[in-house]
């Protein structure tokens, strides 16, 4: 076993295909597909499932993962402190519902470790594509919610992807709305508040089931009703159109500024927000960092419980 072979497999993981993966690293496919296939005959297991639509990570193939990214990290670090190299480019990929403390999280990891040279991706995205992401491994750490509602459904998927949740905290609902909106000053809304105003929520694609939806009571009918995909449109339509939506009562006024205020929603729900990963590895130097700093921006906030 060659080290070259683990950073062949790490490459091709990250790239989500052999096409870009050769390309990243200057080679033929040919030649990237027979290091991994040797790789493969000399461990003994498949480590990909190679189909016309793509590849996808074994579940033997992602427990090995694993351990090559340790072997690869910590050859680095042995590089770097005895040899003087050239640290090596950062690399790391979060997958997560639109939290704006994820992205600050995210933010403090590239300040603090991001090098002079890195390829970090955070996407905010659908709640499928978060799971499958942090299966396949194209992102090490997911961030979503689940409640009563969608707990089965939720803990189905992540079981049977070998994927565990780590609670981050609980929160009360609250909905995000302009702050000239007439009910920015009451104490708390109800949904019968809340019916002359449209409805924003996080547009789920294929799978737009009540259960992956990112805001809880999603069986509830609204008279006026947007979907949208990215997080600054949802918070534009707020203001522009004096909307809501639903979520944990967390704002940045760093990121989000001050036009936009959480108020409690009175209902009898409970958010339970976490992190997920894979039962089979071990989270790298940087993925421990970011749960670190997950943890302490989360401590930095004022959450109604």
Do not use: C
Request: hydrophobic share 40%; glycine share 4%.
């Amino acid at each position: 076993m060659k080290l070259q072979q683990l950073r062949y497999m790490i490459e091709v993981v990250q790239a989500g295909s052999f096409n870009k993966a050769a390309k990243h690293l200057y080679i033929s496919q040919s030649t990237l597909s027979t290091t991994i296939k040797e790789l493969e005959n000399e461990i003994g297991i498949d480590l990909f499932i190679r189909t016309n639509t793509g590849i996808s990570l074994t579940v033997d193939g992602i427990e090995f993962l694993g351990y090559a990214r340790q072997i690869v990290e910590q050859t680095q670090l042995l590089e770097q402190r005895y040899l003087n190299k050239k640290p090596a480019k950062s690399l790391f990929s979060v997958s997560t519902q639109h939290y704006a403390f994820a992205v600050n999280a995210f933010v403090e990891v590239i300040q603090t470790a991001g090098g002079d040279e890195y390829e970090f991706t955070l996407r905010e995205t659908k709640t499928h594509e978060i799971i499958d992401d942090v299966k396949n491994q194209r992102s090490e750490i997911g961030i979503l919610y689940k409640n009563d509602f969608n707990r089965k459904v939720i803990e189905k998927l992540l079981k049977e992807h070998h994927l565990v949740f780590h609670s981050l905290f609980e929160a009360r609902p609250h909905v995000f709305i302009s702050s000239v909106n007439p009910l920015a000053e009451q104490e708390f809304v109800t949904l019968a508040d809340l019916e002359a105003y449209p409805y924003l929520s996080f547009d789920q694609g294929v799978y737009n089931s009540f259960y992956y939806s990112e805001e809880i009571l999603s069986t509830i009918a609204h008279p006026k009703a947007i979907r949208v995909s990215d997080r600054a449109t949802l918070f534009n339509l707020l203001i522009g159109l004096n909307g809501y939506t639903i979520s944990t009562g967390i704002l940045s006024t760093a990121l989000n500024g001050t036009n936009i205020v959480a108020i409690p929603l009175k209902v009898d729900e409970v958010i339970q927000v976490g992190w997920i990963a894979n039962a089979k590895t071990q989270l790298s130097r940087l993925g421990e960092l970011y749960i670190h700093k997950l943890t302490s921006v989360l401590e930095d906030t004022q959450l109604t419980l």
